[in-house]
C-alpha cells in the first residue's frame, strides 16, 4: 500500500520562504511531487520530479521554486522563495507509479497561509 506523508506548511509572512517535504513508501514511484488546491478550484501542478531526473515546473511558480528528491527516490522536497498571498492553498503531494498503469496517488494535504 502507497502512502504519502507530508510535512511543512504552516503560516508564512508574504515574502518568506516555504519548505515542504514528502516521503512515500509502499512502492518505488516514478513521479513524486506537489500539487496545490485554491478553494472551489481544481488542483494546480506546483513541481514534479522524475525518478530519472525530468522535472515540471507550474507556471506561476516556476521562477520561484525549486524540487529535489533523495536517491533513494522516496523522498521529495520542495522549496519556494518569496511567498505571495496568492500562494494561499492546500498543498498535497502527488505520487505516480508510472508506465505501464498510471497509478496516481495523494498525500492527505498541508495548509499553507500566506498572510501577515
Known amino acids: 500500500q502507497v502512502q504519502l506523508v507530508e510535512s511543512g506548511g504552516g503560516l508564512v509572512q508574504p515574502g518568506g520562504f516555504l519548505r515542504l517535504s514528502c516521503v512515500a513508501s509502499g512502492s518505488r514511484l516514478s513521479i513524486l511531487g506537489w500539487y496545490r488546491q485554491f478553494p472551489g478550484k481544481q488542483r494546480e501542478l506546483v513541481a514534479t520530479?522524475?525518478?530519472?531526473?525530468?522535472?515540471t515546473y507550474g507556471d506561476s511558480v516556476r521562477d520561484r521554486s525549486a524540487i529535489s528528491r533523495d536517491n533513494n527516490g522516496n523522498t521529495v522536497v520542495l522549496r519556494m522563495t518569496d511567498l505571495k498571498p496568492e500562494d494561499t492553498a492546500v498543498y498535497y503531494c502527488?505520487?505516480?507509479?508510472?508506465?505501464?498503469?498510471?497509478?496516481?496517488?495523494w498525500g492527505q494535504g498541508t495548509q499553507v497561509t500566506v498572510s501577515s
Open positions: 520530479r522524475e525518478i530519472g531526473g525530468k522535472v
Open positions: 502527488y505520487g505516480n507509479i508510472g508506465a505501464p498503469r498510471f497509478e496516481a496517488y
